[in-house]
């Protein structure tokens, strides 16, 4: 695991916290589907993905879905960050996009570790910083973009979180993710196919306009 660390975080932490985590992390294969974190969880460990992604979503009274950002390589979660460190009961999903690696560290350690590393603590407040972004970004999609300009938002996102042109997804997942109806999202994705945009086969969209 240590080696792992060190290729994938080395260039943030120093030695002696790679160490530390080393000793007190759980490394963990996570499937994709794979549900790490549920809204109303307490959460008592906080994820660094070593390779893959995760998606971060929220849910409404009724039970459905909004897809708010994606974790990757190098990342870990604001939310799951002010949960720990709040004692708090989580307020997103987290669900493995792809096969992803990752490291699982108590909570205990994270508040020691910030007055006790100077680069924990930037790399915790850069994470607040990414995420805030990207939830920005998630509101401006809702509130100024076309439900269209939105879904193609969509799949080139998840495209390149798995670094891959052609995306395994269906209309319902899609649907689910963007919290509209199947029907619309196929109308759509059609429309797309006619511009040039996408490929449509069984289960899955090859995006033409990366």
Avoid at 64 to 88: H, K, N, P, R, V
Avoid at 92 to 108: F, N, Y
Wanted: one cysteine or more.
């Amino acid at each position: 695991m240590l080696d792992e660390l060190q290729q994938h975080y080395g260039y943030l932490f120093e030695e002696e916290l790679l160490q530390e985590i080393n000793n007190v992390g759980t490394y963990k294969d996570i499937p994709e589907g794979f549900k790490l974190i549920e809204i109303g969880d307490y959460i008592k460990s906080m994820p660094l993905l070593i390779s893959g992604a995760i998606k971060i979503m929220r849910e409404d009274l009724d039970g459905d879905e909004l897809l708010l950002y994606f974790i990757e390589q190098g990342d870990t979660c604001a939310m799951t960050l002010s949960c720990c460190l709040g004692s708090s009961k989580s307020e997103i999903r987290a669900v493995a996009e792809t096969d992803t690696k990752l490291i699982m560290v108590p909570i205990e350690k994270m508040e020691e570790w910030l007055g006790k590393y100077k680069s924990w603590q930037k790399f915790v407040l850069q994470s607040y910083h990414n995420r805030m972004s990207e939830l920005l970004e998630a509101i401006d999609s809702i509130a100024f973009l076309k439900l269209d300009e939105r879904l193609f938002k969509y799949l080139k996102d998840k495209a390149m979180v798995n670094h891959n042109e052609v995306i395994q997804v269906t209309h319902q997942e899609i649907a689910r993710d963007l919290h509209t109806s199947r029907v619309v999202i196929s109308r759509l994705l059609k429309a797309l196919e006619n511009l040039g945009k996408i490929e449509l086969h069984r289960n899955s969209i090859k995006i033409l306009d990366l």
